[in-house]
């Protein structure tokens, strides 16, 4: 079955300093990925996509990744980050069929400090 | 109004109540998907329409009802719900023809059962 790990539950991490959130997925077929991000008591946006091409995806706020099908990985970077980035981020696969549906890891809080 | 919207924001509701929670996607999408989404737990997925047919229940209890009368708007009817279903339940939509199968959100609906 497919599914979606996203490493660490809680990342901490100082103002400007850079960031890694883990993202691992599973899955015997070609895949689309994203990254969600979640501000309090919101929806979810989208930050990042990959569909094909360049394997480095870059986004909105500042954030890319990487994908890497031999470690079937998509991770999500930031060089910078700013205390208005802390909030949930999902890691999302699109799932088995052809409804739409996607897999979503577990989460990741960023906990941006001063 | 543009994207997917959802009403009411915010919703407190006795055991014994009926309600409903509505979504309404401004993109031309050909699926909406229902989200449940607990603290501390991750998205789990409710319900999936495409093409206005439900195509995915994932053993949702019977209390959850949804309705989808045409392709823009998605229904949640509640009844008789227990304390443990509140949460924030999301309403998404995508369109299923088109690569990648990005998933648009709405805000969410906060429900509290008491």
């Known amino acids: 079955a497919q599914s979606v790990t996203q490493l660490d539950s809680q990342v901490p991490v100082f103002e400007e300093a850079p960031v890694e959130l883990r993202c691992n997925y599973s899955?015997?077929?070609?895949?689309?990925l994203f990254w969600y991000v979640q501000y309090p008591n919101q929806g979810l946006q989208l930050l990042l996509k990959?569909?094909?091409?360049?394997?480095l995806v870059k986004g909105i706020n500042g954030f890319e990744a990487e994908f890497n099908k031999s470690q079937t990985s998509f991770h999500l970077r930031k060089p910078s980050v700013h205390i208005s980035d802390t909030a949930e981020y999902f890691c999302?696969?699109?799932?088995?069929?052809?409804?739409?549906?996607?897999?979503f890891g577990q989460g990741t809080t960023l906990q941006v400090k001063p | 109004e543009t994207g997917v919207t959802q009403t009411p924001r915010h919703l407190v509701m006795g055991m014994t109540n009926k309600k409903s929670l509505k979504c309404e996607q401004h993109?031309?999408?050909?699926?909406m998907y229902w989200y449940k989404q607990s603290a501390k737990k991750p998205l789990e997925l409710m319900f999936v329409?495409?093409?206005?047919?439900?195509?995915e229940n994932n053993s949702v209890p019977s209390r959850f009802s949804p309705e989808c009368p045409n392709s823009s708007h998605l229904f949640l009817h509640l009844h008789t719900l227990q304390p443990e279903d509140s949460a924030l339940y999301l309403c998404?939509?995508?369109?299923?023809?088109?690569?990648?199968?990005?998933?648009?959100f709405g805000p969410g609906t906060r429900l509290t059962v008491l």
């Open positions: 998404a939509s995508s369109q299923v023809a088109k690569g990648g199968n990005e998933q648009f």
């Open positions: 899955s015997s077929v070609s895949v689309y």
């Open positions: 990959y569909l094909s091409g360049s394997t």
């Open positions: 999302a696969a699109t799932g088995s069929g052809n409804t739409g549906k996607l897999i």
């Open positions: 993109l031309g999408h050909n699926a």
């Open positions: 329409y495409s093409l206005e047919e439900r195509v």
